[in-house]
């Protein structure tokens, strides 16, 4: 019989696991078949499966029809975060930090290990990373042609490569694809927001005896949601968070924080609050507000409960008429961003002889995440970021000037923070732009070797651009310069004081406050405030016009800032990121010989090589070489607060991007052996084993090694035996290596009482980072019964254990370790030398010693054909797909465990289950999903840090009816009508409190859109 290179492929391809092979790329995937086996098809080792029940290692293989009944219209992300394995995963609609975060994609995170330990392949290849934290954006994918996902569990390097710490996620393409189908859907929540749009069409044909073409196009659109906390449900939403309880406050006793509705901070005001500086308790302006059009001031009326300050104070306070100004100022309901996705795969393979083969095929997306004004956005002037307001300024109501006449006082300290719809103000129409392209390309050739083994080499390049774009970010020297207003003592008019001066850049770049200061581009250790040696500092505020066009304005009130000056005060902001990425590969595949009882030895081995290189930066990049501002009096400049002059070294709020590159290549070889190791006589029981191992060595860090040992058991025809060990491995990435950002934070200070202060961080990478490496153990069984048809079970523990764990411990625990004896990350910590308060804390990357996940999974399918109506085809599936963490911590250098088993974003279980019901043309679909309650705060002893440190569990259900036919042509269609949180239930009360936001936060774990319908037709040709 004619063999052709399709065929050969697929008689070998039980050994077809290793790692390196991407090369599944054009090919169909591999199967294993035997004249007296069914045909299976087998994953966990390269060796694919459309039924996670058959393999090896776990899989869980989910169909595309699967993953768009989790969240119709939405993201491949969102339908994947339906999982049991997954938590947290990023959406380019729940989005991502601007400039410094990740915003514009979407990012996987199995067992909640980090974006950065998954692995995302494209059928099986190595896709360029999205930005420099080495994540793939799933967002970028050719969704159309996608058949299965396949979901691998438990450790993977040695058969796919690094970073498989957490798993692999395969996205696997129809190779064999012929004809045409179109998918479309539009979808709108009942709120009438978030509207969504779909389209993607996939096709594939043969061309002649030989050539094979497939190719396809998404495009997908979601509108931004922006719910306004006054309309949402009131039984749900009333900014529920914590105050100090009253009894602590009186004499320590009882828990030191308790949950309230209406919680707002009793700091600061939307209309600037008066007090700190020179302004003392006796003073008649202390807390004193500014009425709204900032003409006078009024008291500020503190709630029902309350506290001001102190140790272990939230300085936060419930009820009273500040917590429904603090509820129209502040967001903190549900929310998402605008979400526009493309993209496009063509492929193709040429067939010269029946043995050997070329291919090829190119890709590329693009997805955005943007977020509009949404006109609660805007300045930072709270806290130690407060505006300072001088005695001469113009805008001064008579009455408070009186007063600090009277008492002698020069200057106040105004605490402003919030803004209300429809209300310009400094920072109202901040616009955030983010985008990001992938683009690959690939050729290669199979061919069947004269010894009857298969060889594959292939080649691939691609790149990945991030580009965010914020514009009119606030500038915070053009917001200070403006908000000091003066009169001019020649003409009379409003100015800004720096105006009366009206510096060179000469006598800016003379100023004693730049002085032996350099830009923070000059190095990473400039960007961090601790190198003296580079390009100096050419000025403490902007060179671009920023004194001659500065605009001036009352910073007093709300919405008392002119057009002229809020434009002036913000200007746009870009973050561009580059990523190369060239990959070559080399596979040889083939049967050792016939084995003991039940098949071949299988072998295979290959070689690859793979190049990434990355630049990070900012633009424009005259305005980011300057920065922070900084006081000159001298010069008329003045009243910038020392969290900003001390903060992030930009002149931009809270944008910093580090101007950064590096680059790094990697050899790799690997084999991989699969054998039947013992089949009885009766062949009822079998025992297989498999062997892979891979080293790695990097130009960057050397060696590495990581191996997997499988093993077999089929007990008889109902029960089968799984278990795997591995050692695997993960490279740091190129941010933990090179990044730096500055920012802002808080934390509780334990040599201060826990008393709550904000303070400037700086989040730093390390290039002196090992490789991680984590033993990984997996073992399950699959039951399918003979007692009851069509049923399957598979339950599989896992653990993995990672060594040199890289992680950022946070703020607040650097502080509390250091607090703890920990005296090497007392290092990481500033305190003012004569007041001993924290000024700054650096959270650099590290390998943390330790972080180990272990749980279970289950799933359970069955499937029958029930007989409720006579001359109909009937079928009923059910599918329940569960995982129960037993533990997940992370443990330091000095062996201080922390567990996050059980606390927000990572509970204990999570499940969803699918019953399906089709009657002739008809289906109908209920889907139910579970997650379990957990703790507010994973730190908190409940009674003593807090009255209640509990979130309830979540239930919420979706449904699908569907509709389908035939055309006379023989093409097939199908309608159907989703409804999403059937019952439209509002996720759980998560109470909060920030001094810098709002209170009461709405995660994603949970369903937080409410009831919501989508639409769609699905035809094929």
């Given at each position: 019989?004619?063999?052709?290179?399709?065929?050969?492929?697929?008689?070998?391809?039980?050994?077809?696991?290793?790692?390196?092979?991407?090369?599944?790329?054009?090919?169909?995937?591999?199967?294993?078949?035997?004249?007296?086996?069914?045909?299976?098809?087998?994953?966990?080792?390269?060796?694919?499966?459309?039924?996670?029940?058959?393999?090896?290692?776990?899989?869980?293989?989910?169909?595309?029809?699967?993953?768009?009944?989790?969240?119709?219209?939405?993201?491949?992300?969102?339908?994947?975060?339906?999982?049991?394995?997954?938590?947290?995963?990023?959406?380019?609609?729940?989005?991502?930090?601007?400039?410094?975060?990740?915003?514009?994609?979407?990012?996987?995170?199995?067992?909640?290990?980090?974006?950065?330990?998954?692995?995302?392949?494209?059928?099986?290849?190595?896709?360029?990373?999205?930005?420099?934290?080495?994540?793939?954006?799933?967002?970028?994918?050719?969704?159309?042609?996608?058949?299965?996902?396949?979901?691998?569990?438990?450790?993977?390097?040695?058969?796919?490569?690094?970073?498989?710490l957490g798993g692999v996620t395969n996205f696997v393409l129809d190779r064999e694809f012929q004809g045409l189908k179109i998918q479309a859907g539009t979808g709108v929540t009942e709120w009438g927001d978030g509207d969504r749009y779909n389209?993607?069409?996939?096709?594939?044909?043969?061309?002649?005896?030989?050539?094979?073409?497939?190719?396809?196009?998404?495009?997908?659109?979601?509108?931004?949601?922006?719910?306004?906390?006054?309309?949402?449900?009131?039984?749900?939403?009333?900014?529920?968070?914590?105050?100090?309880?009253?009894?602590?406050?009186?004499?320590?006793?009882?828990?030191?924080?308790?949950?309230?509705?209406?919680?707002?901070?009793?700091?600061?005001?939307?209309?600037?609050?008066?007090?700190?500086?020179?302004?003392?308790?006796?003073?008649?302006?202390?807390?004193?507000?500014?009425?709204?059009?900032?003409?006078?001031?009024?008291?500020?009326?503190?709630?029902?409960?309350?506290?001001?300050?102190?140790?272990?104070?939230?300085?936060?306070?419930a009820g009273g008429p500040e917590g429904q100004i603090h509820n129209r100022a502040f967001g903190g309901g549900p929310s998402g961003a605008e979400v526009v996705n493309r993209a496009f795969f063509l492929g193709a393979?040429?067939?010269?002889?029946?043995?050997?083969?070329?291919?090829?095929?190119?890709?590329?997306?693009?997805?955005?995440?943007?977020?509009?004004?949404n006109g609660r956005s805007g300045y930072s002037m709270q806290d130690g970021w407060y505006a300072t307001v001088y005695r001469d300024n113009a805008y001064l109501p008579d009455s408070v000037a009186a007063i600090m006449d009277r008492e002698g006082i020069t200057q106040i300290q105004v605490h402003k923070l919030g803004s209300f719809l429809d209300t310009p103000e400094i920072g109202n129409l901040e616009d955030d732009r983010n985008v990001m392209t992938t683009y690959s390309a690939q050729i290669g050739f199979d061919a069947v070797l004269p010894n009857g083994w298969d060889l594959r080499a292939s080649y691939q390049s691609g790149e990945s651009r991030r580009l965010t774009q914020v514009y009119n970010k606030i500038r915070v020297d053009r917001m200070f310069l403006g908000a000091d207003a003066v009169r001019d003592p020649a003409t009379g008019a409003i100015v800004c004081r720096v105006q009366l001066f009206n510096p060179t850049p000469e006598q800016l770049a003379e100023s004693p406050s730049v002085q032996g200061r350099v830009s923070s581009r000059a190095s990473i250790s400039a960007q961090e405030g601790v190198d003296t040696v580079g390009t100096p500092l050419a000025s403490p505020i902007g060179l671009d016009n920023t004194v001659r066009d500065c605009v001036p304005y009352n910073v007093m009130g709300n919405g008392n800032?002119?057009?002229?000056?809020?434009?002036?005060?913000?200007?746009?902001?870009?973050?561009?990121?580059?990523?190369?990425?060239?990959?070559?590969?080399?596979?040889?595949?083939?049967?050792?010989?016939?084995?003991?009882?039940?098949?071949?030895?299988?072998?295979?081995?290959?070689?690859?090589?793979?190049?990434?290189?990355?630049?990070?930066?900012?633009?424009?990049?005259?305005?980011?070489?300057?920065?922070?501002?900084?006081?000159?009096?001298?010069?008329?400049?003045?009243?910038?607060?020392?969290?900003?002059?001390?903060?992030?070294?930009?002149?931009?709020?809270?944008?910093?991007?580090?101007?950064?590159?590096?680059?790094?290549?990697?050899?790799?070889?690997?084999?991989?052996?699969?054998?039947?190791?013992?089949?009885?006589?009766?062949?009822?029981?079998?025992?297989?084993?498999?062997?892979?191992?891979?080293?790695?060595?990097?130009?960057?860090?050397?060696?590495?090694?990581?191996?997997?040992?499988?093993?077999?058991?089929?007990?008889?025809?109902?029960?089968?035996?799984?278990?795997?060990?591995?050692?695997?491995?993960?490279?740091?990435?190129?941010?933990?290596?090179f990044d730096a950002q500055g920012g802002g934070g808080a934390i509780d200070d334990p040599a201060f009482g826990n008393a709550q202060f904000q303070i400037t961080s700086v989040s730093g990478g390390n290039p002196n980072l090992r490789p991680e490496i984590a033993n990984t153990i997996v073992a399950g069984f699959v039951y399918q019964p003979q007692w009851l048809d069509g049923l399957q079970v598979s339950t599989d523990w896992y653990e993995v254990d990672i060594k040199d764990a890289v992680g950022q411990l946070g703020l607040q625990r650097i502080v509390d370790l250091c607090a703890a004896g920990d005296t090497s990350q007392c290092g990481n910590i500033t305190r003012d030398p004569v007041t001993g308060v924290i000024g700054r804390v650096f959270n650099y990357y590290q390998n943390v010693a330790q972080s180990l996940v272990e749980g279970v999974d289950l799933e359970v399918a069955y499937r029958m054909?029930?007989?409720?109506?006579?001359?109909?085809?009937?079928?009923?599936?059910?599918?329940?797909?569960?995982?129960?963490?037993?533990?997940?911590?992370?443990?330091?250098?000095?062996?201080?465990?922390?567990?996050?088993?059980?606390?927000?974003?990572?509970?204990?279980?999570?499940?969803?289950?699918?019953?399906?019901?089709?009657?002739?043309?008809?289906?109908?679909?209920?889907?139910?999903?579970?997650?379990?309650?957990?703790?507010?705060?994973?730190?908190?002893?409940?009674?003593?840090?807090?009255?209640?440190?509990?979130?309830?569990?979540?239930?919420?259900?979706?449904?699908?009816?569907?509709?389908?036919?035939?055309?006379?042509?023989?093409a097939t269609w199908n309608v159907a009508l989703n409804i999403q949180n059937l019952f439209d239930r509002n996720p759980p009360i998560v109470p909060s409190f920030s001094s810098r936001g709002g209170s009461q936060s709405t995660p994603a774990d949970y369903d937080t859109f409410g009831r919501r319908y989508q639409l769609s037709l699905n035809m094929n040709f």
């Open positions: 019989m004619k063999r052709t290179i399709i065929k050969g492929f697929r008689s070998k391809a039980l050994a077809l696991s290793v790692s390196a092979v991407s090369a599944s790329l054009v090919m169909a995937p591999a199967v294993y078949a035997q004249d007296d086996l069914e045909e299976v098809q087998v994953t966990g080792t390269r060796i694919r499966s459309t039924d996670g029940m058959a393999t090896p290692t776990p899989v869980t293989a989910i169909t595309v029809a699967e993953l768009q009944d989790f969240e119709p219209g939405g993201t491949v992300a969102e339908q994947l975060d339906a999982l049991p394995q997954f938590f947290g995963t990023q959406s380019a609609q729940r989005g991502g930090g601007a400039l410094f975060g990740s915003a514009g994609g979407s990012f996987l995170n199995m067992r909640s290990l980090g974006a950065n330990r998954t692995l995302v392949l494209l059928d099986g290849s190595r896709v360029v990373p999205a930005d420099k934290r080495g994540s793939v954006n799933v967002d970028t994918f050719p969704t159309a042609l996608v058949r299965t996902v396949d979901v691998v569990t438990g450790g993977a390097s040695a058969a796919y490569g690094a970073d498989a389209l993607s069409i996939a096709g594939g044909t043969q061309i002649g005896d030989r050539l094979n073409v497939i190719g396809s196009v998404d495009v997908k659109y979601i509108n931004q949601i922006n719910r306004d906390p006054e309309e949402l449900d009131a039984d749900w939403f009333q900014r529920w968070g914590y105050v100090t309880c009253p009894q602590w406050q009186a004499d320590r006793s009882g828990p030191r924080q308790c949950t309230y509705p209406w919680v707002s901070s009793s700091q600061h005001s939307p209309y600037g609050l008066i007090r700190g500086g020179q302004v003392r308790s006796s003073s008649d302006l202390y807390y004193m507000k500014f009425t709204p059009d900032g003409t006078d001031i009024t008291p500020f009326v503190l709630g029902d409960v309350y506290t001001l300050g102190g140790a272990g104070s939230t300085r936060s306070m393979q040429y067939e010269f002889t029946d043995t050997f083969s070329v291919f090829g095929q190119v890709l590329g997306g693009r997805s955005e995440s943007n977020q509009g004004p800032a002119s057009a002229e000056a809020i434009a002036y005060a913000g200007s746009l902001k870009k973050g561009d990121s580059n990523i190369e990425q060239d990959f070559a590969e080399a596979l040889l595949t083939g049967e050792l010989f016939e084995g003991w009882g039940y098949g071949p030895v299988s072998f295979a081995a290959g070689l690859t090589w793979r190049e990434q290189s990355f630049s990070d930066g900012a633009e424009p990049a005259s305005v980011d070489a300057l920065g922070p501002p900084l006081n000159a009096p001298e010069l008329g400049i003045q009243g910038i607060p020392p969290s900003y002059t001390a903060g992030s070294p930009n002149l931009h709020q809270f944008s910093t991007v580090p101007l950064i590159g590096g680059n790094y290549d990697v050899w790799e070889w690997f084999a991989e052996l699969q054998a039947p190791i013992w089949e009885s006589n009766s062949g009822e029981q079998r025992l297989g084993g498999s062997l892979a191992v891979r080293q790695s060595d990097y130009s960057s860090t050397g060696k590495v090694d990581a191996w997997k040992l499988g093993l077999e058991f089929e007990l008889n025809e109902e029960l089968r035996f799984r278990a795997t060990k591995s050692r695997d491995v993960r490279e740091a990435t190129f941010s933990e290596r054909e029930p007989n409720f109506f006579n001359n109909e085809i009937e079928s009923f599936s059910l599918r329940a797909l569960a995982g129960y963490i037993i533990s997940r911590t992370n443990t330091s250098a000095t062996g201080i465990v922390d567990e996050f088993t059980g606390s927000l974003g990572n509970p204990e279980i999570t499940s969803n289950i699918t019953a399906n019901y089709t009657v002739g043309p008809y289906s109908l679909q209920l889907q139910g999903r579970y997650y379990d309650g957990v703790l507010r705060n994973r730190n908190w002893v409940e009674g003593r840090d807090v009255d209640d440190n509990t979130v309830p569990s979540s239930t919420w259900w979706n449904a699908r009816l569907g509709y389908g036919g035939e055309m006379s042509s023989g």
